[in-house]
């Protein structure tokens, strides 16, 4: 079975190194010194490693079952949820007045980041929760946040978002689910949702849905729809529960992955729902959660990645087949370790590097939430808007293909359940698709992101780089971050820049290149984030820093990732350069 | 449900326009006109839609089972096998001698593409078989071959291949299975041996293991390794069936995929075998049949990517959602279909100009195979040897990430096992792995292929990709296909120079370069086939063909994949240049 060690070091280096979190300006980032953090992600690791990884092939093996109208966790999901819940973790970074610990969301993405390595099905249950959380934090209505928040920040009831319908995903405006108002002020929700993920499940007292349906009066599309507030079980005035709302499960999806949550398909049958925020503004409402539910899923990615790497690593240092090239290196045994071929290090090389600055990457945006949010900062909003996409869309296909190839790793026995490996990489599969399909990411970056507000985002972030690399001008041991990182910026420009000009002409141009151009500019962000890595290196090595071994591992890592990876943004420049032609040549009758 | 539906008529435009079979000068190819093709492909299309394709899901629901020591295979299989063995499929391309029907390997191939497609677990049980019949075929004695090769051609009896143990798998110098010899020259075999794809099953009367073991007097390594045929039920002399030799069942292994073959721990515990082939020369007479076994896992790469495909490309035309940036173009209905996206057609062309050039790439090895086998032509043993590797891993691993990306068209859909998306990706896996992980291809490829006979077969490949950039010199339609290949080749052959002198000081230099050379060669060698096939597609273009659209269609793909796809090459390039020192720079401990 495979094991999971929390990466508590890299971390602590990433926020005190890299980010400097204590010293920033950002409120509540004071009282984030080393010795706090330090506490909190040990104490994290635990319940990371000892209660939830564990967990983890029980959920993939049982799955959830549907019983007489309730679903079934697997085997230890209910006694570890409580375990959650009791040392506070569904609460980290949620608002005190509602029993929240009031931490940054970048300390929450980083417990986040282990609990997800550990068991990505299972913390999807607190995951969804709070993201309905946050949706009815910022829309809810004083009573409404006083009803329902408390409970849901202690995970005493969970949370769920309904979205897509049988025939509609992407395309809300499609939408069938209809709100009908009542007297009192309240609407009978009637409709079918599906790809409810913890639709239901025996580990809550309640469960909070929110649900995007259409009221009359709003138009056409999408701008006819509201969001609303369903529970599984009324909520009286008092808090105590009452009578059970007409919402139902009708399946448990079989699905390739996530066995451990149940993915429900929901019919709501004339179910009693509240408006939540104003009425037809529900997209808007739905997507003020979208920049931390997609950094969410991008954190997915490469946490899977991980996982999966830290026992390939293991497989690959044990297992004895053939001999190094150059000699033995294990001459006293019956062969040298997997690890000494150069074709494996090469595997576990893109792993270690890919994981590590996304890692970067996923921590730095969450503080640049933290900016935004804990500061109304706008520049660091539009930033982060940004870079979502990339974030989601790079670090998921990534993520998915980096535990593949830890499953190569094993040979055959990678492809055999019992192993393990299986399983993250068809865990990891459904993060490309799920909270906007990767394809939709490379959408919303070209077609909307780059252009928002004038272009001032993509300007700042490519100002940015540039100070970057300008920064290391004339440092010798720089040279192999700051060189690579400043080409392939250049590339990215060019790419932005083709877009601007041929997309004027035919949007197809632009549309055509979308997903090249998502890959290209997650790979920047990649540079960026190692060559930040590598001087915050140098610079603890030349302070005296005791653990050298570390730092140095940390530079040529970043060194490999320089070297290997940052070419493939010339593939994608030139790809993006052929324009709309070679993609749309064919009429959809000729393929 | 999916649906496949074989694709004949690209068959037979490969076989007639491109390779031009018929007017070839190896022995049996000129019995292969268009008409007689066409018959054998059309009847083949009628098994693998007809009947194996709606047993795919099948297997993959209800897998292979074990009970009281005997392997149940899913529903409905024995049925379509008696099926395949009544239609003659199973004796296609095996000598007459035996009762096979002698066609080339090249009908075989084209046959067998469309049988994976349909069902690759189902495929499985016959394709060992041939693997095991071939082995006999060269290495078995009058005897042997009598005894066991009429009743293996029709498929009465099924083969296997024993390799893999729990300890070794690449490196089968660890073996521990014992063969000691009798007075009546038989063997006792005693080990146990692992991943034994079609291990036991209930569909035939017997099946035929072939299995390596060390017998006494071999030396270390894989030197002491012979090959023994060892019969689940011992065969009298007059052919009938004696007693049931010792060897069992331990396990059926629950996989990733492939569910509807049976993968089997087998145990043997003192049966007996007899030597096949020379004493302590066991592993030649197995690497006899390599470059077939290993074309026909390449084959499945595409094979499942094909079905995939097939699939996503209905789905894009069918399922409405969004509208086209440049205008609705299905104004009457509620949206347009998901192919008026660019970045889904992006997604499709790619999937499209994979599947039809390694197809090309596939059978044009396949017919130097039959140049090899039917003309003792040495160059095309030679050139096909070196392929090999290439049409292996290149073609398993792009048809993984093909059939992802099929997957992907669906949205969650693609998630949920009852669409069928996920067996394909799933089932696809497993070829990335077999008959040598890809990584082991790569080895191949670059530490052995490629200086092979003098580095006569490598400068071979060179000419030939020369020689046809030369063909289209001043040819304007060809510009766009010649063009790209040339720059390409170049390409591959800096890379192969780079491993010549930076190999000489460090060998590591080379093999870390290994994965990367294999994709770049795959590439060139996906360019070559789609620079013939345009070329053929002009040819018959200029010649009046009635099929325009078909034509035209191919000549747009293939212009997509010289413009998209083979700027990967010089990513590859530039990554194999970086040399040893990024990769090897981390010592095992340090990771």
């Known amino acids: 079975m495979p094991s999971y060690t929390a990466p508590v070091k890299d971390m602590q280096f990433l926020l005190h190194n890299v980010l400097q979190i204590s010293g920033a ?21 635990k319940v990371a490693s000892g209660i939830l990884a564990p967990l983890n092939s029980v959920g993939d ?57 550990a068991n990505m099905a299972f913390n999807m249950y607190q995951g969804l929760t709070h993201g309905a959380y946050s949706a009815i934090h910022v829309h809810g209505s004083p009573d409404q946040k006083a009803r329902y928040l408390p409970k849901m920040v202690s995970c005493d009831w969970t949370g769920t978002m309904n979205l897509t319908e049988p025939h509609c995903g992407t395309d809300l405006g499609l939408m069938r689910t209809k709100a009908e108002p009542q007297a009192d002020g309240s609407y009978l929700i009637t409709g079918q949702k599906i790809f409810i993920s913890a639709g239901d499940h025996d580990m809550a007292d309640n469960i909070i ?73 529900g997209m808007r409402a739905m997507f003020t959660m979208m920049n931390e539910a997609r950094l969410g899923v991008g954190l997915q990615g490469y946490a899977q990645a991980e996982a999966a790497y830290q026992n390939a690593l293991i497989y690959a240092k044990d297992r004895l087949q053939g001999r190094a090239v150059t000699g033995a290196e294990n001459p006293s045994g019956p062969a040298d370790p997997l690890i000494v071929h150069p074709d494996i290090r090469r595997n576990l090389m893109e792993q270690k590097s890919f994981v590590e600055g996304a890692r970067a990457l996923t921590f ?63 865990d990891a599969r459904i993060a490309m698709i799920y909270e906007g399909a990767n394809g939709v990411q490379a959408l919303d970056l070209v077609g909307r992101k780059l252009a928002q507000d004038g272009g001032k985002h993509v300007m700042a972030f490519f100002e940015m780089v540039k100070a970057e690399c300008k920064l290391h001008d004339g440092d010798d041991r720089m040279k192999g971050f700051a060189d690579p990182l400043k080409a392939a910026s250049k590339q990215l420009q060019q790419a932005a820049m083709f877009f601007m000009q041929a997309g004027m002409k035919n949007p197809n141009a632009a549309l055509a290149g979308s997903y090249d151009f998502m890959h290209l500019m997650g790979h920047v962000c990649m540079g960026l984030m190692w060559t930040r890595m590598a001087k915050a290196a140098y610079t603890a090595l030349d302070a005296g820093a005791s653990d050298r ?19 493939a943004c010339g593939m994608h420049l030139a790809r993006i350069e052929t324009g709309a032609e070679p993609v749309m040549a064919l009429s959809p009758e000729a393929f």
Request: contains cysteine.
């Open 209 to 281: 849905h929110l649900v995007l349906a259409k009221a009359p009066g709003g138009g056409e599309g999408t701008k006819g729809i509201s969001l609303f507030i369903v529970p599984k079980v009324l909520v009286n005035d008092d808090g105590s529960l009452g009578a059970r709302n007409a919402v139902t499960v009708g399946k448990i999806e079989d699905k390739m992955g996530i066995h451990g949550n149940a993915t429900c398909v929901m019919n709501y049958d004339g179910a009693t729902g509240w408006l939540l925020g104003d009425l037809h503004k």
């Open 549 to 567: 071994d570390f730092l140095d591992a940390k530079i040529a890592t970043g060194r490999f990732y320089m070297a290997r990876q940052l070419p």
């Open 61 to 117: 093996r049982e799955g959830c079952v549907l019983q007489n109208g309730v679903v079934r966790t697997p085997t230890g999901f209910k006694a570890a949820f409580d375990t959650l819940k009791q040392g506070g973790w569904t609460a980290l970074d949620c608002d005190p007045e509602y029993g929240g610990q009031g931490l940054p969301y970048l300390m929450g993405t980083a417990v986040g980041e282990m609990f997800v390595s």
């Open 364 to 426: 730095w945006a969450a503080s640049l939430i933290d900016r935004s949010v804990r500061m109304g900062d706008e520049a660091a909003e539009g930033l982060v808007s940004l870079m979502i996409p990339v974030i989601k869309g790079f670090q998921t296909d990534k993520g998915f293909e980096m535990a593949v190839a830890a499953q190569q790793v094993y040979g055959g026995h990678g492809y055999i359940e019992e192993w393990g490996m299986s399983q993250f990489a068809r």
């Open 25 to 45: 300006d950002i409120p509540g980032y004071g009282d984030l010194d080393d010795s706090f953090t330090g506490a909190v992600l040990e104490e994290a690791a």
